[in-house]
């Protein structure tokens, strides 16, 4: 189904496309990569009609507690300042993005780009009345960030052919889509979408 882009009041936010959850990082999302040349599409088009475009990054401290040594599930990733936390090298970020960094309190996980940040009054402030989500991984972080959207108002798009997930279990990605669309997020892909 056609959408037409409308400017200020869109917002695309493209999730934690960053080196340690591509394919050679330290917690690699399947095929992660392949998703770059596509969000690269959808930040030029959004840059082009005045959308806002957030780059959310995970921006852990090397003590955080989603790390194994501190009793969390995952492999040591996205340690602030480190090659890995970067954004991948591929990605076309425009020189206006705005950059959100999150899940920096070491005893806090945070998921979702609006958990302990400014995310939601930055998108209030600005007028945005929708977001178009992509990025990694699904399940986690675009899937927290998606139901928080929707919680806070926002009609939420999720960028079908710019997301990949993990699938620890096999159906992890298809439970969180369901869980998504469930909830109101709408799927689109880049031929959807109208200047
Ligand atoms: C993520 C696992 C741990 C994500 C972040 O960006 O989806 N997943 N930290
Ligand atoms: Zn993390």
């Excluded at 999730?15 to 340690?20: A, E, G, I, K, W």
């Excluded at 076309?92 to 959100?100: A, D, G, N, S």
Aim: a negative charge; hydrophobic letters at 35%; proline letters at 6%.
């Amino acid at each position: 189904m056609p959408y037409k882009i409308k400017g200020k009041e869109d917002a695309l936010i493209v999730v934690d496309v960053q080196v340690d959850f591509c394919p050679g990082g330290s917690l690699p999302v399947p095929e992660g990569e392949k998703i770059v040349p596509v969000l690269n599409k959808y930040i030029e088009k959004f840059e082009r009609s005045g959308a806002l475009i957030v780059a959310t990054r995970d921006w852990h401290p090397s003590n955080h507690i989603s790390f194994k040594d501190y009793g969390g599930l995952w492999t040591p990733h996205c340690v602030q300042g480190t090659d890995g936390a970067n954004f991948h090298p591929n990605l076309q970020l425009p020189e206006r993005v705005k950059i959100v960094s999150k899940a920096t309190d070491p005893f806090k996980e945070a998921y979702s780009g609006f958990e302990g940040t400014n995310l939601a009054e930055d998108l209030k402030r600005a007028g945005v009345k929708r977001v178009f989500v992509g990025g990694l991984a699904t399940e986690y972080c675009v899937k927290n960030t998606v139901l928080d959207a929707l919680n806070l108002g926002f009609e939420t798009f999720i960028l079908e052919d710019a997301v990949k997930g993990i699938n620890v279990k096999p159906s992890d990605v298809e439970k969180a889509m369901k869980e998504m669309l469930g909830k109101g997020a709408k799927k689109i892909t880049f031929s959807d979408l109208e200047e």
